[in-house]
């Protein structure tokens, strides 16, 4: 399709489409704790509570990187 094969597709969606989609969950937590009048503390608690999912995916893209380049 447009010139690249199947692999380098899937890899360039699956990068910049759950990129994409972890920066609209960002969005829905700031979102949320607007509506809810959570304040400073709060929309740290949320963004804590609830992106910690997202800190521990990252970091797993982190450290494959990291130990491909070590044993690569």
């Known amino acids: 399709m447009f010139g690249y094969s199947e692999q380098e597709l899937a890899q360039f969606c699956l990068t910049w489409g759950v990129g994409g989609f972890m920066a609209y969950m960002v969005f829905i ?3 949320l ?11 740290f ?6 992106g910690f999912g ?4 990252l970091a797993k893209g982190v450290i ?3 130990m491909s380049g ?3």
């Open 29 to 31: 937590i700031l979102q």
């Open 33 to 43: 704790a607007r509506e809810s009048k959570a304040g400073r503390f709060g929309t």
């Open 45 to 50: 608690i949320l963004l804590l509570g609830l």
């Open 54 to 57: 997202l800190v521990g995916f």
């Open 64 to 66: 494959k990187y990291f």
């Open 70 to 72: 070590i044993t690569g």
